[in-house]
Nanobody
Framework: QVQLVESGGGLVQAGGSLRLSCAAS????????IGWFRQAPGKEREFVVA????????YYADSVKGRFTISRDAAKNTVYLQMNSLEPEDTAVYCC?????????????????WGQGTQVTVSS
């Protein structure tokens, strides 16, 4: 079983950047499809991006395409989410999740393991 811990959140001005980390322990992160999800106040949790087990296949939500980039450092057992050109609408708690399937999915129900999340706040 894998445990996930997110870090890197914080307060940033609109137009700024942050890099979130999703560190895995217990199992190799390369065994999982890793997804990032976010939940803004008063809204349902939504899919942001996922990275396949091969470390190359990606799927981005339209709202972040061209601004966010997901990557993996297998040696550090960590997946990163580089977020550029941040907007106030990106304010949310960001969680990473792991799915044992080799298929990338945006469906939360496919992900078996979840981290606690890290807060991202973008001021205007």
């Amino acid at each position: 079983q894998v445990q996930l811990v997110e870090s890197g959140g914080g307060l940033v001005q609109a137009g700024g950047s942050l890099r979130l980390s999703c560190a895995a322990s217990g199992r190799s992160i390369s065994r999982y499809t890793i997804g990032w999800f976010r939940q803004a106040p008063g809204k349902e949790r939504e899919f942001v991006v996922a990275l396949g087990r091969n470390g190359d296949s990606t799927y981005y939500a339209d709202s972040v395409k061209g601004r966010f980039t997901i990557s993996r450092d297998a040696a550090k057992n960590t997946v990163y989410l580089q977020m550029n050109s941040l907007e106030p609408e990106d304010t949310a708690v960001y969680c990473c999740a792991a799915d044992t399937s080799r298929f990338i999915s945006a469906a939360q129900s496919e992900y078996e393991f979840w981290g606690q999340g890290t807060q991202v706040t973008v001021s205007s």
